[in-house]
């Protein structure tokens, strides 16, 4: 499905990799976990001399770590990095990204609705020269409710107000990265992991590829609207300084409005007779404005508290164990 890169690009093409990483953020996928590896192994250890399947165990309540141990005693080429609790999706990728040492990382989720076909697509991509090569869920939209759209679309418009890089709309964690993309996201300190913002920000040359999400095996997703709202909000406060900026204005366009009304009182008493009737109007405009400043003050208040998370400079994640690297098949090119 992917045609031929132009010339004109100036990419590289490389041979197949030495190693291949592939990193799983698990959190309770014992079952996915079960028949996703044995099957990653088979379609993916021709693409590559030795492959790396990472899973990150994002503190799981069920046996993922029983079924690693015992996948890893059949001699499937498993790592098993076991965070000490549950930390979510964002900081579990990182520990993966961080642990990883392919000269190609794939990070795809371990519940199966990442399609092995397009791993093999993405790979053949990465040969072609590209650093990034990023899924975009097809199919998706239509399947969205109209107010589901409506704020997706807000979203991509304040993250991407002003910025100097390209924040792709429905891309997601399904991607590959060539390992200079990975050591660059390695020197990215913050405590704020929107990773689809972090990867846009390291650039490279990137591709996308689309792709339609197979239907989860077992369990059900763990993104309910909540923890969507809230992974949007670090987003837009960790890339996006329009909300402040809205701050702004939305005080001098209260303050224009209340110098214009004052007039108009005054007008109003000195041409026409009337006097201004005061209650109503002062309750209403003090609701407003106590309003208008608590709003301002939550948007200030949030970027704060990204502020207060950032200078605490606790690490991202716990590592509880880790098993050895794999010990590299010496290859002839070597
Ligand atoms: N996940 C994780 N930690 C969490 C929640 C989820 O590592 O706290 C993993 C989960 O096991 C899966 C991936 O993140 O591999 C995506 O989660 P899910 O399928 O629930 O999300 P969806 O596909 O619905 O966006
Ligand atoms: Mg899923």
Redesign the pocket.
């Known amino acids: 499905m992917s045609a031929p890169a132009p010339a004109h690009l100036g990419l590289q093409p490389r041979g197949r990799p030495q190693l291949l990483s592939v990193v799983?953020?698990?959190?309770?996928?014992a079952a996915?976990l079960a028949w996703l590896l044995p099957e990653l192994v088979k379609r993916l250890s021709p693409e590559a001399d030795q492959l790396e399947l990472l899973v990150?165990d994002?503190?799981?309540r069920d046996d993922t770590v029983l079924l690693m141990h015992g996948l890893i005693n059949q001699g499937l080429p498993l790592r098993l990095l076991r965070l000490s609790r549950?930390?979510?999706?964002e900081?579990?990728?990182t520990a993966g990204l961080d642990t990883a040492e392919g000269d190609v990382v794939i990070s795809?989720?371990?519940?199966g609705?990442h399609p092995i076909d397009t791993v093999l697509e993405m790979l053949a991509l990465w040969r072609e020269g590209h650093h990034v090569v990023y899924g975009v869920q097809t199919g998706r939209r239509a399947s969205q409710g109209w107010a589901r759209r409506s704020y997706t679309r807000i979203f991509y418009w304040l993250m991407q107000k002003g910025s100097r890089f390209e924040m792709p709309a429905d891309a997601?964690?399904f991607r590959l990265l060539d390992r200079s993309v990975v050591l660059a996201l390695r020197q990215l300190p913050e405590r704020a992991r929107y990773m689809k913002g972090l990867f846009a920000w390291v650039g490279f040359s990137a591709r996308p590829i689309a792709f339609v999400?197979e239907a989860?095996a077992h369990?059900?997703?763990?993104?309910r609207f909540a923890r969507l709202l809230s992974l949007a909000i670090t987003g837009i406060t960790a890339f996006s300084k329009v909300p402040l900026r809205l701050v702004s204005a939305v005080g001098i366009v209260v303050s224009l409005l209340s110098v214009f009304f004052g007039l108009w009182i005054v007008f109003e008493k000195l041409f026409l007779g009337n006097s201004p009737s005061g209650f109503a109007t002062l309750a209403a405009s003090i609701t407003f404005l106590a309003g208008v400043q608590l709003l301002c003050l939550g948007i200030i208040a949030e970027y704060l508290g990204r502020v207060f998370d950032e200078v605490k400079r606790r690490p991202l994640y716990v590592t509880q164990d880790l098993t050895p690297p794999l010990r590299r098949k010496s290859s002839a090119a070597t």
């Open positions: 799983l953020p698990a959190y309770n996928e996915n990150v994002d503190g799981s549950n930390f979510g999706k900081s579990a990728l795809m989720d371990s519940d609705q997601g964690d999400p989860r369990g059900e997703t763990h993104f």
